[in-house]
């Protein structure tokens, strides 16, 4: 299709080209392919359970390890509070629309607004919003509401989600942020420096710098380590078209051409100018109070130390190749590890293709037993070329109305938190690029609304999903305790996230 001047101007004002967009639009008219799902990975097939034995051997081979590495922890954390306070908003415009309160609370829809308000002594925040509320006349209930959310008052849900306080201490109460700069300092502090980076919103980087500077002192004091952290806008370029329910371009009130991100996997361009021998991933809402930390971080250093084990091994065995050249020991080395470590069979019968199938970046993911929790999974999937793989596999990505596929989905035991070690240097000390290992197929297409008129999204490869699909990949199954989200404001009153429920 022809843009106008306008939308050419607009188009490139965001980083794009005109032939970025018309893939963009090819993609919502044809469609994206489902993953063709194999079988689900489970445990001794996809999915490893480590030993008590191994616990302690991966723990301290990464304590050791460590001290000659550069690691990072990243963190994405642009997104806002919005979807957290999302029910207490909608009963908040009902209550000003003049709805009689009572009844409002006796609706079903409103049961969790009703336990919000009945348990709101137990948020952290709970004395900070009783400082500010001004009407002592009003209904306290209410008041509350206002006071946490109107966007004169507190303003809780357009705050970033990293700074809203979850977790209460005898003396203070920390945000998502800080507690994310706590738990890091016992994993990835060397020589005294942690060092972390969070993808913030660019117009949200002002407060996140103002809530170190605030928590720097105590912190530092109760982590005995100084924190270098760095900050990352997602890239304008990483942006992608809306387009109405019959793909044609959607347009604001002002006619223009309607750019959204480009979900999380717009990340990878963040994640691949890091420059660390390791690098941890986990989302910004996954936390959990300080005196609960200690399994979490034990599992951390578990599959750090499962990296950097397994790295050493491929390494190993491209040097050898490199000096040496091919050899039928190597390639049956090289066979043995790939059946071993990645679960998968493969001819290796040249240099170039042991090269091929080792010479990539690494990932090793925490896998959770699923109970329920909606979200992605660990499955064996193969691809156009017959390649079979393991892949963390969303629910949109599969075909739900193919009696197959769905049979399969029944069988999965395991379900994805975002608890991922990555190792993305070569055995020379390089860096790859990591936009050479992108399956640009898996991408998402979503319904969206703006100013109550529907449109479709296009979202990149998810950052663990498609956006690492040419990885080398191992799963290992993780406990329950390490996967504490917080998705919705009423998740603050789960057992993990309140005070003094340490384990025993």
């Not at 890091?274 to 578990?302: G, M, S, W």
């Not at 599969?398 to 975002?418: G, S």
């Amino acid at each position: 299709m022809k843009f106008t001047e306008e939308d050419q101007q607009y188009i490139t004002e965001n980083g794009l080209s005109e032939e970025i967009i018309a893939e963009q639009l090819a993609c919502f008219k044809e469609g994206i392919p489902y993953a063709n799902l194999v079988e689900a990975a489970v445990l001794n097939n996809g999915v490893f359970s480590i030993s008590e034995k191994d616990k302690d051997h991966f723990i301290e081979y990464f304590d050791s390890a460590k001290k000659q590495l550069a690691v990072v922890k990243f963190v994405p954390a642009s997104g806002a509070a919005t979807r957290m306070f999302k029910l207490l908003f909608e009963f908040l415009e009902e209550i000003n629309e003049g709805k009689y309160f009572a009844s409002l609370l006796e609706q079903k829809k409103y049961k969790p607004v009703n336990k919000f308000l009945s348990s709101r002594n137990q948020f952290p925040f709970y004395k900070q919003v009783l400082a500010e509320i001004e009407n002592p006349l009003e209904n306290e209930e209410v008041a509350f509401l206002k006071t946490l959310l109107d966007e004169n008052k507190l303003n809780f849900g357009q705050l970033p989600k990293g700074l809203i306080p979850f977790h209460q201490y005898q003396n203070f109460s920390a945000t998502a942020f800080e507690e994310h700069l706590y738990e890091s300092a016992q994993y990835c502090s060397i020589n005294g420096k942690t060092k972390i980076h969070f993808t913030v919103a660019e117009h949200h980087l002002d407060k996140f710098k103002e809530r170190f500077d605030a928590i720097q002192t105590d912190l530092e004091n109760a982590t005995q380590t100084t924190f270098e952290i760095d900050y990352s806008f997602q890239e304008k370029r990483t942006n992608t078209i809306a387009v109405n329910l019959d793909n044609t371009p959607f347009r604001n009130k002002h006619n223009q051409l309607v750019f959204r991100p480009g979900g999380h996997g717009a990340l990878l361009q963040n994640l691949n100018k890091i420059e660390a021998d390791v690098v941890f991933i986990k989302n910004i809402d996954n936390v959990i109070p300080r005196e609960q930390l200690k399994e979490i971080v034990d599992y951390k250093k578990i599959l750090g130390g499962f990296l950097l084990q397994l790295q050493e091994k491929i390494f190993s065995l491209l040097r050898e190749l490199e000096s040496q050249g091919f050899s039928e020991t190597l390639q049956q080395r090289a066979t043995h590890l790939m059946k071993k470590e990645f679960g998968l069979t493969l001819d290796l019968n040249s240099a170039e293709e042991l090269k091929k199938a080792f010479h990539k970046p690494i990932r090793i993911c925490g896998m959770v037993k699923n109970e329920g929790a909606p979200g992605g999974g660990p499955f064996w999937i193969k691809n156009e070329k017959g390649e079979t793989s393991l892949q963390i596999i969303e629910g949109a990505q599969i075909d739900q109305k193919d009696a197959t596929q769905k049979a399969i989905v029944d069988q999965a035991t395991h379900f994805n938190p975002v608890d991922v070690v990555c190792g993305f240097k070569d055995f020379k000390g390089r860096k790859f690029d990591l936009n050479d290992f992108v399956d640009k197929s898996q991408l998402f297409i979503s319904e969206k609304s703006k100013h109550g008129k529907k449109l479709k999204a296009l979202e990149l490869p998810g950052l663990w999903n498609g956006a690492m699909a040419k990885w080398n990949t191992v799963f290992v199954e993780v406990p329950s305790c390490t996967f504490n989200p917080v998705k919705t404001v009423n998740d603050l009153l789960q057992p993990n996230h309140q005070p003094g429920n340490e384990k025993s």
